[in-house]
């Protein structure tokens, strides 16, 4: 059986532990860099980067996940902060991302009146409808290199949804919607690995 495991130390980790079981996956919380080695496939969460990275560094989890990720091929998935955390740049100071990705990232990329919104988004490698996508104080991918599919784009173009082979990120939140189809994807990656 797969096993996914969902970055626990900050976030709305919770939510996608519950959307993940709703669909069958066996989930664990990784909290520490050893437990890496018992999961078939990793979501790093929405929460708040800078704190997110900090506990990444405390916990000594930042050689153990590039390892998994980059050398081993783990799949693995970041929301929103998540997206962040997985970038190669941002165009903040902080916090210091895990360059898992080939992307360049801004964080707060939306101004203050629409901090928070939601749109219907086209995916690409999904099928039905379009997506009704959740974004809080949400990033965007300012810049892609070598290897970055854009999956997903807002209507003025700037990219929302990207993938790099066995890496996915996304600026949005499915794990606060019922719409399951962006894990049925990211599980589908996670089988495709295995
Ligand atoms: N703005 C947050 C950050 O910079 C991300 C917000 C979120 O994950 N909803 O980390």
Redesign the pocket.
């Known amino acids: 059986m797969t096993t996914v495991g969902v970055l626990a130390i900050q ?1 709305d980790y919770r939510e996608h532990r519950t959307l993940l079981e709703s669909l069958g996956a066996d989930v664990k919380e990784i909290r520490l860099p050893d437990q890496l080695d018992e999961v078939d496939g990793l979501i790093i ?6 704190t ?1 990275v900090q506990l990444i560094d405390i916990y000594n989890m930042r050689e153990k996940l590039r390892e998994r990720v980059l050398n081993e091929g783990m799949p693995t998935w970041g ?4 997206m ?1 955390v997985m970038a190669q740049k941002l165009s903040d100071h902080r916090p210091d991302p895990l360059k898992l990705m080939n992307i360049e990232v801004s ?2 990329a939306f101004g203050r009146q629409v901090d928070s919104f939601e749109t219907d988004l086209e995916v690409e490698d999904m099928d039905g409808p379009p997506y009704h996508a959740v974004f ?4 965007v991918v300012d810049t892609i290199g070598e290897g970055v599919r854009i999956i997903s784009s807002l209507d003025d173009g700037r990219p929302v949804a990207v993938r790099q082979g066995h890496m996915l990120a996304t600026a949005f ?1 499915p794990e606060l919607t019922n719409d399951p189809r962006m894990h049925k994807l990211f599980l589908q990656m996670v089988d495709e690995a295995g």
């Not at 929301?79 to 998540?82: I, N």
């Not at 809080?136 to 990033?139: E, F, K, L, T």
């Open positions: 976030g969460p929405g929460g708040e980067s800078t997110i929301t929103c902060a998540g962040i964080r707060n809080i104080r949400a990033p939140h």
